[in-house]
């Protein structure tokens, strides 16, 4: 599936989607961005095939968040002619494409190759997995424009790096590099820009050869995990297990456990 705003290639189970502006760094101007990107994510999280997905984007950044440009003009995916008009704006655009990241079944792996601010870094942080480029930097500049994080960042960061640190970056909207983010557990890993794509893709390698439907349902039990109580987490877990021990992947682990060789699993 192609798109003017995001590609994705395949490799043996492995989907790769790139925001494809270099020239805006990646920058998110228009509900049709939005759209585009929430759309390619449902289609490839829709399909058995897909195992692993990779996050990153083309040129120097990741994804410089929305076109400040298109927001000054009063066009794209800010504010419109009222505010209500604004809310609708923000709920079926980017509000769109949190909401398909969030609802991902798919393993996500962000690599983040250079600068990912505002929406930018609140997309990264909704992946699994972030890896850095060494040239990676990360910001919620939302409050040096005057505005919040209309995209559900304040959700969002409190997740990936608690609540202090969440704070101090949404309220004063500052930069951290690369090993920043790596000491307050924003990313998991630091790489040379140059071994960014090859760090991801043997990641991804590595999910995408484990059973497909566990690595989905073990996915969305961490999210689940998140915002509800042990005992809910618990009857979750049981339930999940139960669809699990059914899976044809399960029953050939078993088996090549036993006969000592490695198994060959199906996605079934």
């Known amino acids: 599936m192609e798109f003017p705003f995001v590609s994705s290639t395949w490799r043996a189970g492995v989907a790769t989607l790139r925001f494809e502006r270099p020239e805006t760094r990646n920058a998110i101007a228009s509900l049709e961005d939005c759209q585009q990107f929430a759309a390619a994510v449902e289609a490839l999280a829709a399909s058995a095939e897909t195992r692993c997905l990779i996050l990153t984007g083309a040129g120097s950044a990741f994804c410089a968040g929305g076109d400040l440009k298109a927001l000054q003009e009063r066009r794209g995916i800010g504010p419109m002619a009222s505010p209500a008009e604004t809310r609708t704006n923000y709920r079926r655009g980017v509000q769109r494409m949190i909401r398909a990241l969030a609802d991902c079944e798919v393993p996500v792996i962000a690599a983040v190759n250079g ?72 990313v998991s890993r630091v790489v040379a820009d140059s071994e960014l794509l090859a760090a991801a893709a043997a990641l991804a390698d590595k999910i995408a050869a484990k059973p497909a439907q566990a690595a989905r349902l073990a996915k969305r039990l961490l999210r689940e995990a998140q915002h509800q109580r042990l005992g809910d987490v618990l009857e979750l877990s049981s339930a999940y297990q139960a669809l699990a021990h059914e ?22």
């Open 247 to 268: 899976s044809e992947d399960h029953r050939e682990a078993l088996a090549a456990y036993i006969d000592k060789r490695p198994p060959s699993f199906t996605g079934r």
């Open 115 to 186: 600068p990912a601010i505002g929406l930018g870094c609140d997309l990264a942080a909704l992946a699994d997995i972030r890896i850095a480029a060494e040239s990676a930097r990360f910001a919620s500049t939302f409050i040096n424009l005057g505005l919040i994080p209309g995209d559900g960042g304040a959700w969002i960061l409190p997740r990936a790096v608690g609540w202090s640190r969440a704070s101090e970056m949404i309220l004063t909207g500052e930069v951290l590099d690369a090993g920043e983010a790596l000491s307050c557990g924003l």
